[in-house]
């Protein structure tokens, strides 16, 4: 046997134990059936973490076969497997929502009406500051959307939308501040990250391990722009057409009782609020939030085990300025 | 002597918890005189800027700026993982580890959404103008209080 042909046989197994180690690992993160937003990072990293080591292991076979920039290189892809959507960072998170508000006002026009999105982003922020995650890298912020539509979106890293048609379904401030508290809450919990598809992810952390310098080259760079419109495709989808899993409604909706109660706020504005939305959906049903969210009785039946189901009267301060800031909006102008 | 040694190992170990390097995350971090978002604002930092940051307490941590200002910040501003910045920029860290390099502004950021906006696929006119939006902490005390909302109390 000559050299050249010993050099290609190791050369194809130490590639299929760099291949099987992977495969191992992805099958056996399969095989608890979750779905990989669901997972624990700290598993996925010790489990995914076996082809580095067999790598390592071998790496001194390794190296008399490969570059040392072509182990590198295989190094660096499967760590990008390891990356979920906890490895987005605050800033990524930023684009990410930037460019998922702006996919959004494609479909729904913003509505040009100062005072109204002054007092919306007053109510918004003063909420985000009793949040869990009351920082986040570009801030809460706040815009109304112009639709009849009952709804409302929160696009990851902050930026909020609410539609007209909400606004009209809310009766005072308090339940306005409901509507908002749950979208915070959507932001705070990341859900709209966890919409991305893995391997969207893994395409892009493999793309942005690979580059050694900060600015990409015109060939990375295409290729993250097509995985980035992809994952902000992913968000928009989920926030307009799929909606959210119910168990993350349901999680947003008790995050958003807690921080109503932090605020201030009576916590049963998030019930008569959920009340009024159903009365009013159920001429709407398949459109809006009606399409999106889980039926809004089947909520207020789930926050009633929690918080008492009772009116109260709402304080005139409160109902003085939510009226006078939104009059016309209210009045269907 | 042997509890002369022990009670300075406890001492010095007490004080490598006290404090740990942390980053700020977040565009404009504000530090605050109290753990409040509410709080006055004694100094601005950086994404990317380095604190020595102490035990949090119910989510807020003491830190130190570089220059020697101490208040507090909220933990969703902070993180432990050393931000590389990008180059060109005062704090451009050269050498970055692959961990590093993932929180080195690279990957989805500006220079993908200039792309986007290049080849004109997102117009991001409303979500410049909604970005602008800007309440502080003065109005949202007062926003609070006028509105008879105790968490403004805090």
Redesign the interface.
């Known amino acids: 046997m000559n050299e050249r042909r010993l050099k290609r046989i190791s050369s194809v197994t130490a590639g299929m134990v760099l291949i099987g180690s992977l495969l191992a690992g992805l099958l056996s993160s399969r095989s608890e059936g979750k779905p990989p937003a669901d997972r624990d990072p700290k598993r996925d990293s010790s489990r995914l973490g076996t082809p580095t080591v067999v790598a390592r292991r071998t790496g001194g076979g390794l190296g008399r076969i490969l570059s040392g920039d072509q182990v590198e290189s295989i190094l660096?892809g499967a760590?990008a497997v390891q990356?979920t959507w906890e490895?987005?960072?605050?800033?990524?998170e930023?684009?990410?929502g930037?460019?998922v508000?702006?996919?959004v006002?494609?479909t729904y026009r913003?509505l040009d009406r100062p005072a109204a999105?002054?007092y919306l982003?007053?109510?918004g922020?003063?909420l985000a500051?009793?949040s869990?995650?009351?920082?986040?890298?570009?801030?809460y912020?706040?815009?109304l959307l112009d639709s009849d539509e009952i709804n409302a979106f929160a696009a990851p890293g902050g930026?909020i939308l609410v539609t007209r048609g909400m606004v009209r379904c809310c009766e005072n401030?308090d339940e306005l501040a409901a509507v908002v508290a749950h979208e915070i809450c959507h932001v705070e919990k990341k859900h709209g990250l966890k919409a991305i598809k893995q391997g969207r992810l893994t395409e892009?952390?493999t793309?942005?391990?690979a580059?050694s310098?900060?600015?990409?080259g015109n060939k990375e760079?295409?290729a993250?722009?097509r995985e980035?419109?992809g994952?902000v495709g992913d968000v928009v989808k989920t926030l307009t057409t799929s909606g959210y899993s119910q168990g993350q409604e349901r999680e947003a909706d008790a995050a958003a009782v807690g921080l109503l109660q932090?605020?201030?706020?009576p916590d049963n504005a998030m019930i008569t609020m959920l009340r009024r939305m159903d009365k009013q959906l159920a001429n709407a049903r398949g459109l809006g939030f009606a399409k999106t969210h889980p039926s809004a009785r089947s909520r207020a039946d789930a926050l009633r085990k929690t918080i008492k189901d009772t009116e109260s009267v709402p304080?005139p301060?409160?109902q003085q300025?939510f009226s006078a800031a939104l009059q016309p909006i209210l009045a269907g102008q | 002597m042997r509890t002369r040694v022990l009670i300075v190992l406890l001492a010095v170990s007490a004080g490598v918890a006290l404090a740990a390097p942390m980053s700020v995350q977040v565009r404009n971090g504000k530090v605050r005189a109290t753990p409040s978002q509410l709080g006055g604002v004694v100094a601005t930092v950086d994404y990317g800027a380095k604190v020595e940051a102490g035990t949090p307490d119910k989510g807020w941590y003491p830190v130190t700026t570089v220059d020697g200002k101490t208040g507090w910040l909220h933990e969703s501003a902070l993180s432990k993982k050393p931000i590389a910045m990008r180059a060109g920029t005062t704090d451009a860290t050269t050498g970055a580890s692959s961990d590093e390099v993932a929180l080195a502004g690279k990957g989805f950021n500006e220079q993908v959404e200039a792309n986007l906006r290049k080849e004109g696929k997102l117009d991001y006119t409303w979500v410049d103008r909604m970005s602008a939006f800007k309440v502080d902490a003065n109005e949202i005390s007062r926003f609070l209080k006028e509105g008879h909302l105790p968490g403004g109390d805090q």
């Open positions: 660096r760590k990356k490895n987005l960072t605050p800033e990524q930023y684009y990410i930037r460019a508000a702006a996919q006002f494609q913003p999105n002054a982003n007053l109510l922020q003063s500051v009793f869990g995650r009351p920082e986040t890298f570009g801030g912020h706040f815009l930026l401030e892009a952390f793309i942005i391990a580059e310098t900060a600015q990409a760079l295409a993250l722009t980035f419109e994952s932090r605020a201030g706020y304080d301060v409160r300025r």
